[in-house]
């Protein structure tokens, strides 16, 4: 059975994408030419065709989509793990009502492929705790999705 691939978000990975989460990032390293992984939390789907995240405006991201816009993001949802390919450019060098220094990355979805292996299903999505303030990250994460919301 071949892995379905859709030209756009699926209604469960839309429906995940309206708040922070786990991801990961895949660019082209500016410097090498190679792949580079991050992982990213601050990520929204704006409709079911593009996603914006957030980051810090001096991260090698940025360098890297700046140079090569391609761009894939990971995600583990829906009992499954997808691929969203897509174009990435800064919409914003510095997202607005957000103490930090974030510029704001929209990626164009070109498609969604679901690649998971064969004959399987994930049972348990990562999860993360934040190790600073708990209360300070809550209003920032607050602070940065109502951001990326009204952009």
């Known amino acids: ?15 995940e994408l309206q708040k922070e989460r786990f991801v990961t990032l895949a ?16 990520v929204l789907a704006k409709d079911e065709e593009t996603i914006y995240f957030a980051i810090d405006n001096r991260s090698r991201i940025l360098q890297n989509i700046n140079q090569n816009d391609k761009a894939v993001i990971n995600i583990i949802a829906n009992e499954s793990t997808y691929s969203i390919q897509g174009n990435a450019s800064v919409k914003e060098e510095r997202l607005a009502d957000v103490p930090l220094k974030l510029a704001l990355v929209e990626v164009k979805i070109n ?12 049972v348990a999505e990562p999860q993360y705790d934040k190790t600073y303030d708990k209360n300070a990250a809550a209003k920032l994460d607050r602070q940065v999705m109502d951001a990326m919301k009204k952009a």
């Open 27 to 42: 660019t082209i390293d500016h410097e090498t030419g190679g792949p580079n992984v991050s992982a990213i939390s601050w």
């Open 111 to 122: 498609e969604v492929r679901d690649v998971m292996f064969y004959g399987s299903k994930i």
């Open 1 to 15: 059975m071949a892995n379905q691939v859709e030209p756009r978000l699926i209604q469960p990975l839309f429906d």
